[in-house]
Nanobody, 124 residues
Framework: QVQLVESGGGLVQPGGSLRLSCAAS????????MGWFRQAPGKEREFVAA????????NYATSVKGRFTISRDNAKNTVYLQMNSLKPEDTAVYYC?????????????????WGQGTQVTVSS
């Protein structure tokens, strides 16, 4: 069983930056691909970014490409999401997820473990 705990959310002005972290329990973190998803009020959960188990492959949603960067530190069992040039439409609860498939999967179904989420609000 893998437990995921997100942190780093908060209130930021448009154009600002935030860095989300997701700490994972367990000794097999390096064998999991990791992803970030988000869900805005009244909307379905959507893919944001994913990284393969060893970090060699990343994928991004079109809406965040060039602004967000996903990375991981397997020695610290942590995955990060650096978010720059934030927009009001980035406001959502952000979830990290882990997949045993090891691939940087862009859909939610292959992810086996989910965190509780962290709120990101972009507003002036």
């Amino acid at each position: 069983q893998v437990q995921l705990v997100e942190s780093g959310g908060g209130l930021v002005q448009p154009g600002g930056s935030l860095r989300l972290s997701c700490a994972a329990s367990g000794r097999t973190f390096s064998s999991y691909a990791m992803g970030w998803f988000r869900q805005a009020p009244g909307k379905e959960r959507e893919f944001v970014a994913a990284i393969s188990s060893r970090g060699g492959t990343t994928n991004y949603a079109t809406s965040v490409k060039g602004r967000f960067t996903i990375s991981r530190d397997n020695a610290k069992n942590t995955v990060y999401l650096q978010m720059n040039s934030l927009k009001p439409e980035d406001t959502a609860v952000y979830y990290c997820a882990g997949s045993r498939l090891q691939l940087a999967t862009m859909t939610a179904n292959p992810y086996d473990y989910w965190g509780q989420g962290t709120q990101v609000t972009v507003s002036s």
